[in-house]
Each structure stands twice: as structure tokens, then as C-alpha cells.
């Protein structure tokens, strides 16, 4: 697991941005939906072309989320990334550019449809009434990445609880473009996992600034308990 250390003087200079340090622990579980991104055997198995050993650490708490979310009523969307044919045209920036031959290749043969690479880590609390999404760039949001915001919006979600891998890259690019859409964004510092502890903390500070609430999988679970037990009370 990730040892979180948000820069203290970061955490210093928000107080004087809003009320408080946790906006969104009122939670509407109706209106909310739990993002678990990329969470597939090419990021999670050892030797995986994409591996963040990481990301097995968080896998718990992840479940911990998902089983809250269904109880209290919200929903669970699991997110895959894809390669295909179309996306390595339109995106050849990334394929051409930033990736060698070599690289370009391991990501092809890892993350297409029917790859084993592709698929959903075995780990996972999957169910029925869970939501799978695939989307072709880091982030979801992205216009033609994925159909992710209609979905939601169809829904009624406003509000979204970030976990997955890379903090930094797709759950990161998800989370900002999210609360640019004005959602409201929950990003979870014990369940999303970076190759490197400074690497998801970069994220955290980034995320806690201006873009999420950031919250640990235990407070996150009780507020959701709590509105939870609220609606259950209200029947």
C-alpha cells in the first residue's frame, strides 16, 4: 500500500478555499456512483506488461467501496481500457509518439478485446447489477474514449467515488475532467495505486486542491453507511 503524505503546506493553503475539508462527505448513494478504473490483468498480474504490484494492495479496500455502494443504494461502474484498431489512428500521438515499437506492441497484444490482459482482475467484487464500461483513453471522459457520461447522467449521478489504476494517469484524468463536468468527485488516497509512492501523492495534492474530496476508503464507507441507514429509516 501506498504510504499517503500530502504536502502539509498544500493542506494548510485549502483552508482558506472552502469550509471545511470534506465537502461531499453528505452523500446521496441514488445520485452516486463508484468509478473503479482499469483494474485488469494487464496492470494487475505479475510481470503484466503494464504492472503496478500496488494495485493488488488496494483490491480490499476497493471491494469494501463496492459492497457500501450496492448496500446504500448507489452503483458500481467498472472501467476497462481498450485498444483497438480505430484507437491507434486517432490517438497515434500516443502510439506513434510516446511509445516505442516495442512498447506500442505490449500494449496492443495486452489490452485488445479479447486479450487476457484486457479482462477484470479475478479479485474484484463483480456483480450482475455492477456496470462495465470500456473506454480507449486515459481518461473516460474524453469525447469518444467512452460512453460513460451519458450513462451516468441517464442515471441521475452527480456524484463519483474515484478508485483504481494509475492514480496518476487514468484515475487522475478521469477525476479532473469529471469535476470539470461538474460532478462531484471523490478521489480515495488508500484506493488508488501509482507505480511509486511519489508519484500517486503528486496526484493526491493535485486531486485535494482543486479537483476532488479526498477521503480514505474508511471514511468514505461511513458516509456511505450513514446515508444508508438514513434512507432506510426514511421507508
Known amino acids: 500500500m501506498h504510504k499517503i503524505a500530502m504536502a502539509p503546506e498544500i493542506l494548510e493553503r485549502i483552508k482558506g478555499f472552502r469550509d471545511g475539508f470534506h465537502m461531499f462527505g453528505d452523500i446521496e448513494p441514488a445520485k452516486t456512483a463508484h468509478i473503479i478504473v482499469d483494474l485488469q490483468n494487464g496492470f494487475m498480474e505479475e510481470g503484466a506488461a503494464v504492472e503496478l504490484p500496488v494495485a493488488r494492495d488496494i483490491v480490499p479496500n476497493v471491494n469494501e467501496i463496492c459492497k457500501a455502494v450496492r448496500a446504500s443504494g448507489g452503483i458500481n461502474v467498472f472501467i476497462r481500457y481498450l485498444v483497438d484498431d480505430e484507437t491507434q489512428v486517432n490517438w497515434s500521438s500516443w502510439f506513434n509518439d510516446f511509445a516505442s515499437p516495442s512498447r506500442r506492441k505490449a500494449m496492443i497484444d495486452t489490452f485488445s478485446r479479447d486479450a487476457h490482459g484486457f479482462a477484470l482482475w479475478s479479485g474484484l467484487d463483480v ?56 460532478y462531484k468527485v471523490i478521489f480515495i488516497a488508500d484506493g488508488n495505486a501509482a507505480l511509486t509512492d511519489a508519484e500517486h501523492n503528486a496526484t493526491l495534492n493535485n486531486m485535494v486542491t482543486l479537483f476532488a474530496d479526498v477521503m480514505t476508503t474508511e471514511e468514505v464507507v461511513g458516509f456511505l453507511d450513514k446515508a444508508g441507514a438514513m434512507r432506510r429509516a426514511a421507508e
Open 127 to 182: 456483480q450482475p447489477e455492477d456496470l462495465i464500461v470500456d473506454k480507449t483513453r486515459f481518461g473516460a471522459f474524453v469525447p469518444g474514449s467512452s460512453d460513460l457520461h451519458n450513462m451516468l447522467q441517464t442515471r441521475g449521478i452527480d456524484t463519483l467515488i474515484i478508485t483504481g489504476t494509475a492514480t496518476n494517469v487514468c484515475c487522475e484524468s478521469t477525476a479532473r475532467d469529471a469535476m470539470q463536468m461538474n
